[in-house]
């Protein structure tokens, strides 16, 4: 038994990514060709793409939003996760990041459950809410520009219906979050600001994990 969470060396990661992350190949290439990147910090863990898996699974969610695509890892991940008739609006600006995405989808096989947006994220969740698309959404993952979390969250709030996942990705900030030299950083800032604005959110369940950068997950009430 333990009273806090575990430190993971490299040694005890490795096992925990050799005992427990079952990665199908599709994703594995994915993640491969991403590393060659050098964004590549902006892909997720494979252990967090697994836990989000599992989740979009235990809820029997069908219909998905994610904000922030980068390369296509998580979206794909949840598509791989969702029944036939599933579907992911998944949000982002750049055509260079997302067409990697675009041909693992096709690959894989699940490019028809998937509708992209290039566009600036709140404006596609604006036209979300005009649409009345309101707690019609079983699950939302935000991993996109900071600044825009706490507007993100206010939105996947309003879209995401009563018991689904809303979950907010790098709320651990590569440990910046707990530094006081980071204070005046504005990324920084506002992920303090979102984890604040959701641990004071009585609207929701929460869970802040330390998987990858730090994962919230908050289930709407």
């Known amino acids: ?8 060396s490299d040694p005890l990661y490795q096992y925990l990514i050799a005992n427990s992350v079952r990665e199908a190949d599709i994703l594995t290439k994915l993640r491969e060709e991403t590393a060659q990147r050098p964004l590549v910090d902006m892909q997720i863990s494979p252990e967090q793409g697994q836990l989000m898996g599992l989740l979009v699974q235990s809820i029997g969610a069908k219909k998905c939003l994610e904000v922030g695509v ?25 055509d260079e ?25 709140l ?14 959404f079983d699950f939302a993952f935000i991993d996109a520009d900071k600044n825009n979390y706490a507007a993100y969250y206010d939105r996947c709030f309003k879209l995401v219906r009563q018991g689904g996942l809303i979950l907010v990705d790098n709320v651990l900030w590569y440990g910046r ?10 990324r920084t800032q506002a992920i303090k600001q979102i984890n604040q604005q959701i641990y004071h959110d009585d609207r929701v369940q929460i869970s ?14």
């Open 177 to 186: 979050v707990a530094d006081p030299a980071m204070n005046g950083d504005p």
């Open 123 to 136: 404006e596609t969740l604006d036209r979300l809410l005009a649409n009345g698309e309101s707690d019609t």
């Open 70 to 94: 980068f390369t296509g890892y998580s979206s794909l991940v949840v598509a791989l996760n969702l029944p036939d008739d599933g579907r992911l609006i998944a949000c982002d600006i750049s």
């Open 208 to 221: 802040l994990i330390p998987i990858g950068d730090g994962l919230t997950i908050a289930r709407k009430k």
């Open 1 to 8: 038994m333990s009273n806090q969470s575990i430190c993971l």
């Open 97 to 121: 990041f997302t067409s990697i995405a675009r041909r693992y989808w096709q690959a894989a096989g699940v490019s028809e459950k998937i509708s992209l947006h290039i566009a600036p994220a």
